[in-house]
């Protein structure tokens, strides 16, 4: 209800008169009579027959010296009438034509609005900062500042930092700063506020209150087979996170909690559990361990404020279910995204091939390659799909050197420029890079025969190549292979000496990739909980600013779309995949 209240609170203000619009204006006396007329239809409530009458006025009176007031009105009665796509297309282009005109401040406001009643919440407080930074009017200023703390008050979650205010005039920044400020600190999203409040130069004060609440027990589900045949998955995840708990409580002093739930493999299982976390008191879930589980139980969260990480999970598109899941482990496709980002701006490479397995996470790497490489003004000159039985790739090899020599593929001969005919596997076909996403079972058997069939350029593969047995083929067949993993044992920080240390001492072994990443999740909550407190929407808020995490699995960086897109590189050089360091891969909004 409150919600409701405030959102019925901006509505009606976005439908008072806009202060120093005039009802009457000089210029043909045509477009005055005209004008005066749609100004009419607005009073009377008869918004669409307005919006077509200043849509004619904008027509026929093009070179008006008010059309910026046209184009404005036309967008308001658009707006009143509901039309919001057409009002937001409307106040936009105002706004993009008419910097200097009066109305400007308003039409941010209007588009404040807009954006609020679509959900789109960030978007909402960036037009109404700029509403107000532009403002120089006393109503407006107030009903601007009146809607940013409605937003910040309700809004499930709130994504804002020092740059969302780098473009307020000096003489306003600060006082909104600390208006906001005060805002996230009632909501216990201290970390924001924080950053925020040093924009201005000040310390934070946080609130008795407040503070009291942000070291409190930190409640975490590991939701996890714990049973059936993934149990021993599920356990390494669980040894992990346990690890990470115990330094949690030695470091701070603090109490943390961690309960498991047995999904038993089973995705149905998982969204069950997860659901009924929704009304626990519970901070966030580590967890589901597959796929399958995880995109489920992110499905069940689609109207929650619960968190949940998901530490192994690889599935490209899992975080976009709902805007509180995360992922620890790169998805599949960031593979083949930053491999091309690699190929056009460390190789140059304007050309590529793709010869690849059609198992499914192999295809979802070898599209988003195409995708990329495309998009960065590349040509994928061919594209060959060989399946996971095959053992004889020549047929696919020839398929690429044809199309790379312009030879038939049925051709027997190829035509050279001299006029000669020769065998065409035995002629030399060159192209900047082939990239073979892959699987070491058939990449072993792959390579020397595109070796034999002299198709050559710079190699790039996925993370099968970091199989020892591709490692050990020779230089003579890898040829300096550069691929991306996030599975091969990067660097040892301190996060990852400290955690083999702890979980040698506990379970008497070295920790596994999966124990890391369950520690890691830990390790990353309970830094939230630490810094922003126990709330959910805090841990949220947190996370989202994790950039450059050196953890015990690998270095985190979550983007837009709250996925890890820290991807690391290596060459294979001397039968060793030598470390490249992490790139960040490039995300589409």
Known sequence: MRRFYYILIILLVGLLPVVGVGETIEDDPDLVVAYSR?????????????SRAFEMMAGQYSRSPNLDLITFNRAKADYYFGDYDKAQAGFSNFTARYRRSPYY????????????????????????FEAYGAS???????LTLAAVDGVIVNARTVHLGPADFEKLPENKKCRLINRVVDLLVARQDVVTARSLKAVCGGQLDVPDSVASGLHGELMLAAVLPLSGEMQSFGEEILNGAIIGAELYRSETGNKITIDPFDTKGDPINAARIVRELTNTGHSAVIGPLTSEEAAVAAAVLN???????????????????????FQLSPNVELQGLHIAEYAASQLGADSAVVL?????????????????????????????YYRTRDSDFGPYIKDIKAALLGAHPDSVYFINEYGDTLDTDGVPAQVDCIFMPGQARQLKQLLPQV??????????????????TILKLGENITRQAVFPSPFLKKENTEEY????????????????????????????LSRAAELAGTGRNPIKEYLLQTTDYPGAAGRVTFGVHRENIAMPLYRIESDQAVYLGVGEVTEEN
């Open 38 to 50: 749609a100004k009419r239809l607005m009073r009377e409530g008869k918004f669409l027959e307005a």
């Open 136 to 142: 120089g009017d006393d109503q407006l200023t107030r």
């Open 451 to 468: 070796n034999f069939y002299n198709l050559s350029g710079a190699y790039l593969g996925s993370d099968g190549w970091g199989d020892e």
């Open 303 to 325: 109207c929650s404020d619960l968190p949940l990480i998901a530490p192994a999970a690889t599935q490209a598109g899992l975080t976009l279910v709902s805007d509180g899941a």
């Open 356 to 384: 690849t397995s059609t198992a499914n996470e192999d295809l979802q790497i070898a599209r988003a390659f195409v995708h990329r490489f495309e998009q960065l003004g590349g040509k994928v000159v061919a594209v060959e």
């Open 497 to 524: 000496l400290a955690f083999a240390r702890a979980y040698d001492l506990r379970y008497g072994r070295q920790p596994q990739r999966l124990a890391a990443l369950g520690f890691d999740a830990v390790r990353l």
């Open 105 to 128: 401040a308003h039409a941010r406001y209007f588009l404040g609005n807009i954006n609020y009643i679509k959900n789109y919440v960030t978007r909402a407080l960036k037009a109404y």
